[in-house]
């Protein structure tokens, strides 16, 4: 397929990841309560998926858990608790919401997928995302300071019609 330019309102979040060839799952915190997650599996870990499990991805139970690890030194298995929620990964990809957590607190997610006897089993783990303290609702990023970096300068003529990319007609 050849690179092609999509417009912002006809890229998806499949067309995102079409030509993404790393395994990754990223949590992003949304505010104290809220992290939002999103991975990309490729061929390569989705196959020996398949061959561990003996049954085609598409029919696999997709999972992704939780672990709050606040006050721990996280190395896979321990954890304060974890939450596993069932997820849909059409060829790999996905993303989802994951509510109801704890302010002030430490998360890493897993995305992996169950076997029959119901175990799971990780294939991509996320960075640590830390929640703020309760009360910190709105999340922004801190205000950039802003100079008059053109102060006692003397500019030239031409740079009132200039835009950053072009120079414009008088």
Known sequence: ?????????????????????NDRLVVL????YTLYAYW??????????????GCRWEEMRHALRVHDVKWLQFEGEQDNWHRELAVHSAG??????????????????????KTADGRF????RSELARTPPDGVENLQPAPMLQ???TAGQKLPG???????YTLKDS
């Open 1 to 21: 397929m050849e690179n092609q330019v999509m417009a912002p309102e006809e890229r998806t979040f499949d067309s995102f990841f079409e030509n993404y060839e």
């Open 29 to 32: 915190v949304r505010d104290p």
């Open 40 to 53: 990309a599996c490729t061929g390569f870990r989705r196959r020996a998926a398949e061959r561990l499990l």
């Open 92 to 113: 790999g990809k996905g993303s989802t919401f994951i509510s109801a957590l704890q302010p002030d607190s430490a998360y890493i997610a897993d995305f992996g997928v």
């Open 121 to 124: 089993v990780a294939l991509l």
């Open 147 to 149: 100079t008059d970096h």
């Open 158 to 164: 031409w740079w009132k019609q200039f835009d950053g």
